[in-house]
């Protein structure tokens, strides 16, 4: 069962790890969802903590400190920067965004650490680890090397193989392995552990996901599967000299889990938060009316939905989660979104540009997210969404309604006179839109509150069609305030529902209402919230509008296609990065070498070969006149740019006839990575005939 009527909330989004920028599927999968439901309940005046981080911890930062030749530390440095910058710009409006290396984070982890261990429910286990005796340390499944026994790809980690893609083990990699560390070939070797054990704790986590039958089906059917699987204990520290040292005694070496401090990193930001605040943490945590939300990722719901609940539960005063409304995942014009194939949208990039819309991406994420299957985006989908949803719809009503009023009624809010049963109707369907937004955020379907949102701008455009002011203009002009005072007041409900979803275009909504003008004649001082959405009087008569400016701007082919060229190139640099030089060709004696006459001598003529769209014909000074020579070359070169410059060339090979043309000699070439051709000149000038050796 949800918690009814809670006093407060606390809201977490996942800890995202500081070795790499954010891209869309982490934007659309969890931060999104996160801070349109956060940015309700504090519109409803709700009292909210929305608390996030990044992780800093676990293997992955060490894996890209080695990949950038640097240290974890600075590793950490530089994404934690680059990703709080980005979140802010892009409108997640966090009540902190901190770090799992503060002070605070290693102290509360310990702490949580030893409240376990001395109310004995660890268990100690010794088993045997892949370790390097060369480095010194035990090896990360990551850092194993070793024949992947699906493919036979000879480079396949410990813990997953790039090339085929299967999940694996250590244990399952075929010799020979190696470390990464050092190269050499890892040894087993008994090391102690400290685990949960999960399975002595089946039935109590049993009757708490079971208590949520409301969870989604897709973190449901998870769960049900982990738990009709049998639990396990899970070891709860790691050999790794990175990390939250493991606080007992001779324990060199040893950190904890990351998946055991990354969580409770949740707490610890909120202390953080609480005390800048003035606030008390416990409330958010320990208070059985605060409900607790995490929003994640669908890679991380056993460890918010089983194991961290199941450390909480040994700590007796923590409340759990009320809900884990995890999203499947975005995918990126046909093609898995990979940070190591760069094939993702970056946050950073996408803001620097295509600056100021921010919300048309955090508009098109929402209406697209994966929140009960996997979804997809692509730029085609983003440019259409931008040009008939948000410029044709939602754009388009506000600013008939803003350019009307202009021409109609002087850019000022007319007077209401006598309704209509049109009238009324609309008021009536007006006055039901918050309801129904607020109720579906509440329930976590994001999708469907934005569909109601841009339904309520559908709403103003069919009453302005319908009741066609324009020409009603000419016989009725009270008839015509009316219209207009309703069309102006939907136009500022739609500024206020949708805060949640578009921030930044509610905040120009508001300034072409010129709102900031209007006092609230309640004490309340909420006139433009959530609490009085719905009605049709937020505009007082003869209140003077702002500036009628577009809302949205239509998004042009160039744009996009850039866009779409952008992620292509990166899939060809990609492609390229895996090929691998040609292999060696068999021996040969200086005397092969010997005799071939390779000569330098300058390109004096150059033009395309009629009817053949590779052959070049060049003449070439060689010192003791012009010779002919075809090359296949017209794909790489514009044959004016060839004229003047000096070349290598194989003087003595046969000659031969192509298209009627005969070739006496043969242009030298290196060929690059990606296929493309470059002359072999030399570094200064050589006389005309010089010879190559
Ligand atoms: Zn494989």
Redesign the pocket.
Known sequence: MSLENPQRYTVTAALIYANGPIHIGHIAGCYLPADIYVRYLRATGKDVAFISGTDEHGVPITIRAQKEGITPQEVVDKYYGQIKRSFEEFGISFDIYSRTSKPIHHETSREFFLNLYNSGNFTEEITEQYYDETARQFLADRYIIGV??????EN?YGDQ??????T?SPTELKEPLRSMLSGSKPVLKATKNWYLPLDRMQPRIEEYVNSHPEWKTNVMGQCQSWLKEGLRPRAMTRDLDWGIKVPLPDTEGKVLYVWFDAPIGYISMTKEWAEQQGRDWELYWRDKDTKLVHFIGKDNIVFHCIIFPAMLMHENNYILADNVPANEFMNLEGDKISTSRNWAVWLHEYLNELPGKQDVLRYVLAANAPETKDSEFTWKDFQTRNNSELVGVFGNFVNRAMVLTQKFCEGKVPPKGSLTELDRAVLDELAQFPDRIGQAIEQYRFREALAYLLDLARLGNKYLAETEPWKVAKTDPLRVNTILNLALQISANLSIVCEPFMPFTAEKLRKLLNTANITPEDATGTAFHWINAGKADLLPDGHALGEAVLLFEKLEDDLINQQIAKLHEAKRMNELATKTVPEAKPVIQYDDFAKMDIRIGTIVEAERVPKSDKLLKLKVDDGTGQRQILSGIAKHFEPEKLIGTQVTFLANLAPRKMMGLESQGMILMAEDRDGSLSLISPDKAVWNGGTVS
């Open positions: 992947c026994p699906v493919c036979a790809n396949a193989c790039e090339r085929c893609g299967s694996l």
